[in-house]
């Protein structure tokens, strides 16, 4: 009985405390850390720092949906990304070129009931809203919709950031570790350069390499034309895509797909060790759901210092979110910070809240009559991102398969390091657009999904629309503004070798019918450079040299020209890291956590 008894006033206090620490935060609460966004950047930032002992406020501009199956069961990815109850829709350009725009064959246009087309021959008086952008936001940010999909980058791309900067904690060496805290690995139990103890569970996809299906057939053929043989096919189908072989930037071929879900295939992600950090109601942790930041406050001192946030609490105040109601517009709150201001808000929302802050390039920030605090002309410019392609094609029957996939890297002729990654199976991706990915090409369609690892324009820019914290701001990613020439060398060469796969398949899956892209090499790389699709958008707040006045954070994430705040997200990498974000904003997440607990 005492027992019992005992058991449920321990249960009652917890729930008490747990939701006294996801209330909303008082009027004028001083915390020693504010948190803004809770995706891979800010998200494991937050936990880690209130379980050393800090007090932190987040403030999360969605809400709580860890427990929608869309969301918790990875296999649901592609219903998460077109859920309501987490979508955050973007629409940008691929460049200033009309007529270009005009040919993107999946833009989405506004009818004029309200719902969207999606095509290049428009319903009388529907609106162009440009090229379908996903985000998600809710609790956890994008890494709660997301296909899982990680990539330790390629050594050269960590150990740049520490060349940029001379900054020799970036080392690619160095960053393991910060692997190793967050990762609780299942496909490499006694390794001992992977962690095991982390809040990220990783586990390996099932490529499909000993099944029953046609993937062992194609599979043979990949691993002999990447150089290996049919024999290794068993290893190469298990090599560890994260670990820390020698010369991993040089190594090609066919390599083991490593994801963030747990062995059950629930999705593991920061939004759940936020949750369970708040929940275990023990840390000093106040999360504020359905709070969107508009302001960061600053002292008045010669340098200023970041002191506080001003936010509005409410539901789908972003009008990003498809439930957005132009006339529900929050109850205001403000919050400070005795220690500092953390913004990762992502690529497209830090450099928005930087610059209606203050931060920014001068010109675009008098236009909006927002009073200058920084002169930052690198906020919301050079932002990066992977170019994607499908090769897409159709077997002469369906393509036996349970949805496995397998990854190959390639190194193409005009790269020094492997710049290609690709994963192949039986499904159809080629972009983005409200309903993705269908309707597809039914059970006998094939592809490779191409990611561009190291493009060499990095042109994008964020612009304010508007001086509304609703508002969204303009995109344009301004793809192929330079390296033209050879990414889409790189590109076709990716095409052109699968396509040499699968002409070497002998059962009756052949022959094939090539869907996307067709015709002579010119015809392609036009395909692909206005049709190539991109979700992975980084560096809208760069972290580069001193001296570099487009650097807006130094080598710690501190943005310069202020004290006390910081930028940790997608929008602090100089570069996209690899050919997937996910795992090095994660990454970059720990570091930061180190940087400030050393008081770097
Ligand atoms: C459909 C889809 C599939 C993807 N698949 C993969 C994949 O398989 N592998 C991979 O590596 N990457 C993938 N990505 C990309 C990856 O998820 C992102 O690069 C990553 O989540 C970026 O993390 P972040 O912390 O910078 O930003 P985000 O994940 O965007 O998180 C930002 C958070 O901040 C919140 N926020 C923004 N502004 C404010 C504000 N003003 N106030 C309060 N809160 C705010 C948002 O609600 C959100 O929760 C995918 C992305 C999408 C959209
Ligand atoms: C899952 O997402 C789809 C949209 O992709 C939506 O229609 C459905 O209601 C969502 N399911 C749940 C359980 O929220
Ligand atoms: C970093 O700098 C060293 C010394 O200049 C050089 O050898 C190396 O190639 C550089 N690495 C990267 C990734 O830029
Ligand atoms: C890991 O180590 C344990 C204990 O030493 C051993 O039983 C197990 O077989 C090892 N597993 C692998 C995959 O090597
Ligand atoms: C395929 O190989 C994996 C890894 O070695 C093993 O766990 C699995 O049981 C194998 N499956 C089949 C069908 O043989
Ligand atoms: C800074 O000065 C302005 C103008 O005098 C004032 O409105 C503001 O409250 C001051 N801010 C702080 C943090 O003291
Ligand atoms: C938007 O909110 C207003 C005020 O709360 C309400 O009257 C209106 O019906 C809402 N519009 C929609 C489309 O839900
Ligand atoms: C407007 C207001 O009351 N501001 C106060 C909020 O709390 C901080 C820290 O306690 C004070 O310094 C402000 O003056």
């Not at 960061?296 to 509005?312: C, H, M, Q, R, W």
């Not at 001086?467 to 020439?485: C, H, M, Q, S, T």
Request: hydrophobic fraction near 35%; include cysteine; aromatic fraction near 8%.
């Amino acid at each position: 009985m005492a027992l019992v008894l005992s058991l449920v006033s321990r249960l009652f206090l917890l729930s008490l405390f747990a939701l006294s620490a996801s209330a909303a935060p008082s009027k004028n609460k001083t915390y020693e850390y504010i948190v803004v966004g809770t995706g891979p950047g800010g998200g494991p930032l937050a936990a880690n720092l209130a379980r050393a002992g800090h007090s932190v406020l987040v403030l999360e501009a969605g809400d709580d949906q860890t427990e929608n199956v869309n969301v918790s069961q990875w296999i649901n990815f592609n219903a998460a990304g077109n859920d309501p109850a987490t979508r955050w829709d973007f629409f940008v350009k691929h460049s200033d070129d009309e007529a270009r725009e005009s040919r993107y064959l999946h833009s989405t246009w506004r009818n004029t009931d309200g719902s969207f087309y999606v095509g290049t021959t428009p319903p009388t008086g529907a609106q162009r809203l440009g090229i379908y952008y996903p985000r998600a936001g809710t609790l956890g940010g994008c890494a709660m919709h997301n296909g899982c999909l990680t990539m330790n980058p390629n050594d050269f791309d960590w150990d740049n950031i520490a060349n940029i900067t001379g900054d020799s904690s970036w080392s690619a060496k160095n960053m393991r570790k910060h692997l190793i805290s967050a990762e609780r690995v299942h496909y490499a139990p006694n390794s001992t350069n992977h962690g095991h103890n982390g809040w990220l569970d990783m586990t390996m996809l099932d490529s499909g390499f000993n099944g029953t299906g046609d993937a062992p057939t194609i599979m043979k053929i990949a691993a002999e034309d990447s150089g290996a043989s049919a024999e290794q096919l068993a290893t190469l189908a298990m090599r560890d895509m994260n670990g820390d072989q020698p010369n991993r930037d040089q190594l090609t071929g066919i390599f083991g797909g490593v994801s963030h879900i747990n062995p059950n295939g629930r999705r593991s992600s920061p939004g759940y060790y936020v949750r369970d950090t708040v929940k275990e109601g023990k840390y000093p942790i106040t999360l504020s759901l359905n709070s969107l930041a508009t302001k960061i406050l600053f002292s008045n001192d010669t340098t200023p210092k970041a002191i506080g946030v001003e936010y509005l609490q409410g539901k789908s105040l972003y009008s990003a979110d498809p439930r957005y109601n132009v006339s529900d517009k929050g109850t205001p709150g403000v919050a400070y910070a005795s220690k500092e201001v953390i913004i990762s808000g992502g690529t497209f929302n830090s450099p928005q809240l930087l610059k209606l802050s203050g931060i920014g390039p001068t010109d675009e920030l008098k236009k909006f009559n927002i009073p200058i605090i920084v002169d930052s002309p690198g906020v919301g410019h050079r932002v990066d991102d992977n170019y994607e392609a499908g090769a897409i094609s159709t077997a002469a029957r369906d393509v036996k398969s349970q949805g496995e996939i397998f990854p190959v890297f390639l190194k193409t002729s005009v790269a020094k390091i492997r710049d290609i990654y690709m994963w192949c199976g039986s499904f159809s991706f080629e972009g983005f657009w409200p309903g993705f990915p269908g309707p597809g090409y039914g059970p006998s369609q094939y592809e490779c999904a191409i990611v561009h690892m190291n493009p060499r324009s990095q042109a994008g820019t964020i612009t304010l629309r508007s001086a509304d914290p609703r508002d969204v701001p303009d995109i344009n990613l301004n793809f192929f503004k330079n390296g033209e020439k050879e990414d889409l060398t790189a590109l076709l060469e990716a095409v052109k070798w699968v396509r040499s796969v699968l002409a070497k398949v002998k059962t009756d899956l052949a022959p094939w019918t090539v869907k996307h892209p067709t015709g002579t090499d010119e015809e392609q790389k036009t395909y692909m450079r206005e049709q190539a699709y991109s979700h992975h958008a980084t560096s809208s707040c760069a972290i580069g040299a001193d001296g570099d006045k487009m650097a807006v954070l130094d080598s710690r994430f501190r943005v310069r020209g202020v004290k006390g705040l910081r930028v940790v997200d997608a929008s602090s990498f100089p570069k996209v890291p690899g050919a997937f974000p996910v795992l090095p904003t994660m990454m970059l997440s720990e570091k930061a956590t180190e940087d400030i607990l050393t008081g770097r």
